[in-house]
């Protein structure tokens, strides 16, 4: 992949949050730096309680970074208008974030028609990325999200994430919360669409092994610091416990499943 | 007579149409205000907890004042706010019947919507909120798109019970001048029709039932979000509207207004008038269950043409005035007082309806007492019943300062039940009215008053400053003056306490008159 300017950029950003009364403030974002490039799919691994969400809502301006600055195509997000900015990033929930009270198709048609689309491109446009995501339209056009499964929910929601063509697309534990053959699927029909689309990506999770099968890069988040970033194989080299005891859950997985489930059964 | 052939559900029947379309009139202009005023409130308040605190205070304080007492307290505000205007910008409005029953009204229904609102949009999944602004919602959006439609069926609970609320507090904004399914209830407490009493809580429960259910329609429908609910639900409420006010728009509204105020005498008189009025070919409609404070303020300031007060209690209430003078300087006196005010004394009725002290005969007779000054004696150890102003009055001050009265105990009362009370002994003497039947009836004793601490309380028929030339009025009522002698108006009061209508008995009252009449 060849580096060019970065189409994301964080630069020394910090965020903290008030505790509350007797509770001490918290860091959750500290000095992070680093950089994705356009077409670029990162994932950000950490535990629970990381900052790696924050590190999403800081990127769609949901909350603003105390210091530090936040770079889209080299422009300062803080001096974009947030609205346009968030109409222009496609973002995923964990667990779907879909709005219960409308259908399926008002689902995924949300931004463009917030951004003021004709209705009729509106409705071709949904068809289109109901297709994309394999769900057939026609029978689930006018669902309410409480009628469909987990995998369906999540598809709906990646649907809507791309629905006005952004370029850059969100996703904070996308696949989490679903059944291991959904999950694999659906990562590999988002992997698709990224490769196809020629997205960039930022996704949140705590699964290495989701991040290393889905990402071209991985960056390893701890106590609201990234302690290390890299590609699979590079982040192997890093002399750092946590990375390292990370990345020994998917080796010890692959190696017994290699054990259990020859290719071959003569073999 | 069964319960059910009784004539009187037709005589409450032929007033439903009136009645009902002022209920449902009052009682959704003041839902609506009151969303119009609660609504935007609560959206205000939902990320200001102080605000919100204040505003859930306040309605909830609101809440535990008694209706009847917060629509009373409308009457005045509105009074002296109408007077500053009319002084300000030269133009007045009416603080009697509709304005003060609809605002009331209003702020009674503010703390259910209030409440709901602010539940309803604080109950929504954060996440739900997060999702609306990374599509790139504005706050507006936001609102509009995702949070009023979740919160809907939290907000629609609301407005039915504050819908509930209204439609059953509404029937106590009779004796502030608006018409309402109260006027039965109080019509009929007064006249002991307990037709009408049953009728107007039907009446109103029935409507109360029939509201909730068509807007349990659109809140179901919300939560469902059937479409067809929500449609049928709002079809249903514009189909009240139109029902409400249609009979407003046919009717011709150029009529006098005969008040009236909250017992049966007052009913009769205000009936008999009418037929006089409308007799001598003027139309005429009567505006019943006034209170004693508000009947007054509403001829001066126009909303009823005429009426019938007793001297006594407008030397004490609009005069304010505490002495006591022979009849005739107090009747001359009153005369120039209400003058001033532009208001005419017609002239007297020929009866007198003051406040007595009653027994019953046999004890009088057996404890020797004739009068209050012999019944001072025995006082002491007795109880006794009373309306609900009488002991707060000035004559009853000047009443027990000049006999010594002192009694064990004191009870205010429905007038109507204190004659049987104290005929079965309950209470020991009442503070009647000479002009009641039911005087007669029980076999009881008014006790002579030799220090005339008592003022003499005439019955006289007030005309409206706006009536004072009005020859066609005065010429329809002016043969009924002197004509009603206290044993007539006894029987009259009596007939009506005995299930007959106050109309009925106006036209036997006005045969009675006429019958004399000849006679003589």
């Given at each position: 992949m060849s580096v060019t300017s970065p189409l994301i950029a964080f630069e020394h950003v910090r965020k903290h949050f008030d505790g509350g009364r007797g509770v001490p403030p918290v860091?959750?974002?500290?000095d992070v730096s680093f950089a994705v490039a356009s077409g670029e799919f990162l994932a950000i691994v950490g535990?629970?309680?990381?900052g790696k969400t924050t590190l999403l809502r800081l990127a769609n301006r949901l909350i603003a970074p105390d210091s530090g600055r936040i770079t889209i195509n080299g422009a300062d997000?803080?001096?974009?208008d947030a609205i346009a900015l968030r109409r222009s990033i496609g973002t995923v929930f964990q667990g779907g974030?879909?709005?219960?009270?409308?259908?399926v198709a008002d689902n995924i048609g949300i931004t463009p028609k917030l951004l003021g689309w004709p209705p009729a491109q509106i409705a071709a446009r949904v068809d289109e990325l109901m297709a994309l995501v394999r769900l057939d339209p026609a029978s689930h056009?006018?669902?309410?999200?409480?009628?469909?499964?987990g995998g369906q929910r999540q598809r709906v929601s990646v649907a809507r994430a791309l629905a006005a063509r952004p370029r850059i697309v969100l996703m904070d534990?996308?696949?989490?919360?679903?059944?291991p053959l959904t999950r694999d699927a659906l990562g590999e029909d988002y992997r698709r669409l990224h490769r196809e689309l020629g997205l960039t990506t930022i996704m949140i999770t705590h699964d290495m092994a989701e991040a290393v099968l889905l990402a071209d890069r991985i960056a390893v988040m701890r106590e609201g610091r990234i302690v290390a970033q890299g590609t699979a194989a590079e982040l192997a080299s890093v002399d750092d416990a946590d990375v390292d005891a990370l990345l020994q859950t998917p080796r010890r997985q692959a190696d017994r499943l290699r054990e259990l489930l020859p290719r071959n059964a003569a073999s | 007579m069964t319960l059910w052939s009784d004539p009187r559900w037709g005589d409450a029947l032929e007033h439903l149409p009136d009645y009902l379309g002022n209920h449902v009139r009052v009682s959704l202009a003041a839902l609506a205000l009151g969303l119009l005023v609660s609504l935007p409130l609560a959206l205000l308040a939902r990320h200001r907890p102080r605000l919100r605190g204040a505003l859930l205070g306040f309605a909830s304080i609101v809440q535990t004042v008694p209706g009847l007492a917060l629509l009373a307290l409308f009457y005045p505000l509105l009074l002296a706010f109408a007077a500053l205007t009319a002084r300000w910008f030269g133009f007045g409005f009416s603080a009697f019947g509709f304005l003060p029953a609809m605002l009331a009204l209003a702020l009674y229904s503010m703390l259910p919507v209030l409440r709901n609102t602010i539940t309803g949009l604080q109950g929504i999944d954060p996440a739900i909120l997060e999702a609306a602004q990374a599509v790139g919602m504005t706050p507006r959006q936001s609102l509009r798109r995702v949070e009023m439609p979740l919160a809907l069926p939290v907000i629609m609970a609301g407005v039915r019970t504050a819908a509930v609320w209204v439609i059953g507090t509404a029937t106590l904004s009779t004796p502030v001048g608006q018409t309402s399914l109260g006027n039965y209830i109080f019509a009929g407490l007064q006249t002991q029709n307990w037709v009408f009493v049953l009728f107007g809580c039907a009446a109103s429960a029935v409507l109360a039932l029939i509201v909730d259910q068509v807007l349990a329609l659109i809140e179901t429908g919300a939560q469902r979000r059937s479409r067809l609910r929500v449609t049928m639900g709002i079809i249903g409420v514009t189909l009240l509207i139109a029902a409400a006010l249609m009979p407003s728009l046919s009717r011709a509204r150029q009529a006098y207004v005969v008040g009236a105020k909250t017992f049966a005498e007052q009913y009769i008189l205000a009936a008999l008038l009418t037929q006089r009025l409308q007799a001598a070919g003027l139309p005429a409609t009567t505006r019943e269950g006034l209170g004693s404070s508000v009947i007054f303020n509403a001829l001066e300031s126009g909303d009823i043409d005429v009426y019938v007060d007793y001297s006594g209690t407008l030397w004490a209430n609009?005069?304010?005035?505490?002495d006591i003078k022979p009849r005739a300087e107090l009747l001359a006196d009153l005369k120039a007082a209400l003058a001033r005010q532009h208001v005419?004394?017609?002239?007297?009725?020929?009866f007198e309806n003051a406040y007595a002290l009653v027994m019953p005969r046999a004890r009088a007779e057996a404890l020797g007492i004739r009068s209050i000054a012999d019944l001072a004696a025995h006082a002491g150890k007795m109880s006794i019943a009373g309306d609900y102003e009488i002991f707060s009055r000035p004559e009853w001050a000047a009443l027990t300062q000049a006999y010594g009265l002192r009694f064990r105990a004191q009870r205010q009362m429905q007038p109507d039940f204190m004659y049987a009370a104290v005929a079965a002994g309950e209470v020991d003497v009442i503070a009647g009215?000479?002009?009641?039947?039911l005087i007669a009836k029980y076999d009881l004793l008014v006790l002579d008053d030799p220090k005339h601490a008592i003022p003499p309380y005439d019955a006289m028929v007030l005309l409206a400053p706006k009536r004072e030339n009005d020859s066609a009025l005065r010429d329809a009522l002016t043969?009924?003056?002197?004509?009603?002698?206290i044993a007539t108006m006894r029987e009259a009061n009596l007939r009506a306490s005995s299930n007959q209508s106050a109309a009925d008995v106006a036209t036997w009252l006005w045969e009675k008159i006429n019958a004399k009449d000849a006679a003589r």
């Open positions: 860091l959750a974002v500290d535990a629970s309680g990381s997000i803080a001096d974009l974030g879909l709005f219960p009270h409308m259908s056009r006018d669902r309410l999200p409480s009628q469909l499964s534990e996308p696949f989490g919360a679903l059944d | 609009q005069m304010h005035r505490t005419t004394l017609l002239g007297e009725l020929g009215y000479t002009s009641d039947g043969p009924l003056l002197g004509k009603i002698d």
